[in-house]
Nanobody, 116 residues
Framework: QVQLVESGGGLVQPGGSLRLSCEASTFTFSSYAMSWYRQAPGKERELVAAITSAEGSTNYADSVKGRFTISRDNAKNTVYLQMNSLKPEDTAVYYC?????????WGQGTQVTVSS
C-alpha cells in the first residue's frame, strides 16, 4: 500500500503561480509512474500531467501545456506540479496518482482556487 500526501494548494489570483507537492510513502518511489489529475465541480476527473518512472518523460493536457511543469525528486519520494499563469478555469481539486503495473494509488486531493 502506498500513501500519497498532497500539499501546496490554496487561493491565488489569475496570472499567479502555485507549486503542488505529493510525497509518497514507499521505498520504491522511482519505480512508479506519477501523475496529477484534477476535478472541477460537476466535471469528470481529468489528467493534467504525467511523468514516467524510468526516463522521466512527461506529457500534459493541452489546456496546461506551456503553463504547468511536472517533475520528480526520487531522493525525496516527491512529485511536483509547478503551475504558472493560472486561470479561473484551473480551479479544481488536484489529485496525485501513483501507478506501477496493475496497482494505482490516489492522494486525498488539494484544492486550488483561482479567483480575484
Amino acid at each position: 500500500q502506498v500513501q500519497l500526501v498532497e500539499s501546496g494548494g490554496g487561493l491565488v489570483q489569475p496570472g499567479g503561480s502555485l507549486r503542488l507537492s505529493c510525497e509518497a510513502s514507499t521505498f520504491t518511489f522511482s519505480s512508479y509512474a506519477m501523475s496529477w489529475y484534477r476535478q472541477a465541480p460537476g466535471k469528470e476527473r481529468e489528467l493534467v500531467a504525467a511523468i514516467t518512472s524510468a526516463e522521466g518523460s512527461t506529457n500534459y493536457a493541452d489546456s496546461v501545456k506551456g503553463r504547468f511543469t511536472i517533475s520528480r525528486d526520487n531522493a525525496k519520494n516527491t512529485v511536483y506540479l509547478q503551475m504558472n499563469s493560472l486561470k479561473p478555469e484551473d480551479t479544481a481539486v488536484y489529485y496525485c496518482n501513483a501507478r506501477r503495473g496493475a496497482f494505482r494509488y490516489w492522494g486525498q486531493g488539494t484544492q486550488v482556487t483561482v479567483s480575484s
